[in-house]
């Protein structure tokens, strides 16, 4: 065990660690409250001055902070996958598996 490790385990630290993780949560979850009711003012602002345009992206940006959006990014080339043959993708995967064990295991082995 590390010095950090039982340093954290020592009550009092424990105690002050958690404090400071809840005013954290707490100062985020205002944040956000703040945020959203914002985006709700200028969402009516908007629709009141008919600017349906302005209104639904001040909405949909309140969606996006709820995560009732998820927005799908796509890495790499287009269709960079689907020029492959069913081999080639086989081993590129095979390629990925291995590179991320060796990963995994060097990670193991600093950590220990």
Known sequence: MSG?????????????????RESKTAEAILTL?????ELKSL??????????SAAIT???????????????VESGHANEFSRMTDG?????????????DALRRRANVRGA
Do not use: N, T, W
């Open 43 to 52: 969402r009516d602002a908007a629709k009141m001055a008919g600017q349906l």
């Open 4 to 20: 950090v490790q039982k340093l954290a385990r020592h009550p009092k630290v424990a105690l002050r660690l958690g404090q400071f």
């Open 33 to 37: 409250e703040a945020h959203m009711s």
């Open 58 to 72: 001040a909405e949909v940006k309140r969606g996006e902070l709820m995560r009732f959006y998820v927005k799908q």
């Open 88 to 100: 080639e993708l086989e081993a590129f995967i095979r390629d990925c598996d291995s590179k991320i």
